[in-house]
């Protein structure tokens, strides 16, 4: 898949405001626009041409943009975020990708859905149900590929512990290859996909993002970064603490297409 444009947004100010099971020292906001910032640089060096949103503090948890659509080939489905603080995110974003999309398909409730629940595997989508996504919400979104002639999978990742999101534990990096922590790795619906294990302690790495000729992948995971690299990829790295911080991870930062 080729992309070449990214939607982003720079944290807020309140961007510790948001929502996260951390306990630990608040997340900073300087370090985090520097962080942002040196993630929009690479998303540039992968080639693709940005859309900077304005921060919005009426939502703190707005840099998060992944969470509020789901983009592919000419398809924009506009999700219904679980946590109803985010919920509202949608609305602006629907206005954006209104610039670039023709024709919005949205989640209706009751169904809710996070972008970071939908984990796009070439022809073949990964829909998690999880804390935020709901099996209404996940039946919608396979019903609405299906219409589009992709296949669909459902995998419920409500009893695995430390994980948000699906994509917060499983990547696809094209090539018919999957990056996963151990506690995804064996699942039947994976069957067919290479997949490349995620060490137990190091599982935010799963979170990496195949963009164009590269892998983006979250800076201080070598070992992710040596079996990318023994398997042909080229790897960019970049800081991601502060948004670890708020249970973000490398993909939910943007919207690529
Ligand atoms: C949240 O809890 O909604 C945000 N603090 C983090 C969202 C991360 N998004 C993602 O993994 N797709």
Redesign the pocket.
Known sequence: MSFTRAIVRPPGPNFHQ???TYQGTPADYQNALVQHKEYCGLLERCGLSLTQLKPDIRYP?ST?V??TAVLFSEHAILCRPG?PT?LNEVAEMRRILGQFFSLLDSIQAPGLL???DVCQAGGHFFIGVSQRTNEEGARQMAHLVMQYGYTSSIIDIREIDGI??L??GLAYIEDKRLVAINSLIDRMEFTGYQVIPVANGAEYAANCVRINEFVLVADGFPKLEDSLVASGYQTLAVDMSEFQK????L??LSLRF
């Open positions: 948001g929502q996260t948890d998060f992944e969470d946590a985010r996070d972008g970071g948000l999101h994509k917060s708020m249970d973000g991870g993909s939910c």
